[in-house]
């Protein structure tokens, strides 16, 4: 792996530890001001709703462990990369043993010398 590339991928692996701690406060640095993600239950355009429903996940997913896998960079340029992934969950929703995965993919931008998400795509 090249060294932009093991770069990237030590960004991601602090967002997906960031994930796991479930502290809004620490996931929220890692992700750009004008972000886009979609997800499941729609589409969230900019920090503060990016960071609502990260945060509606925390609080509905209890003890949840988020896993990325399958990590695939498939654009890698000085200020702007995509990955594709597999992700994983477990954790308890309504106090039952509840889990998931499916497909993701980010692009990266790097800004003020840190790499930050600028958009995330998650699919079930």
């Avoid at 988020?66 to 477990?90: G, M, P, S």
């Avoid at 043993?97 to 980010?106: D, E, F, L, M």
Wanted: overall charge negative.
């Amino acid at each position: 792996m090249s060294d932009l590339a093991d770069e990237l991928t030590a960004a991601l692996r602090r967002y997906e530890q960031a994930t796991n701690s479930h502290d809004i406060d620490r996931v929220v640095p890692l992700i750009a001001e004008d972000a886009t993600y979609w997800f499941s239950d729609g589409s969230h355009h900019g920090l503060d709703e990016i960071a609502g429903a990260i945060k509606r996940t925390f609080d509905a997913i209890r003890d949840e462990e988020y896993e990325i896998r399958d990590l695939e960079w498939v654009v890698l340029a000085d200020d702007h990369a995509v990955c594709r992934y597999r992700f994983f969950w477990t954790g308890a929703v309504d106090g039952r043993p509840r889990s998931g995965a499916g497909r993701g993919t980010n692009v990266l931008v790097k800004r003020d010398g840190a790499w930050k998400m600028l958009h995330e795509h998650l699919s079930s």
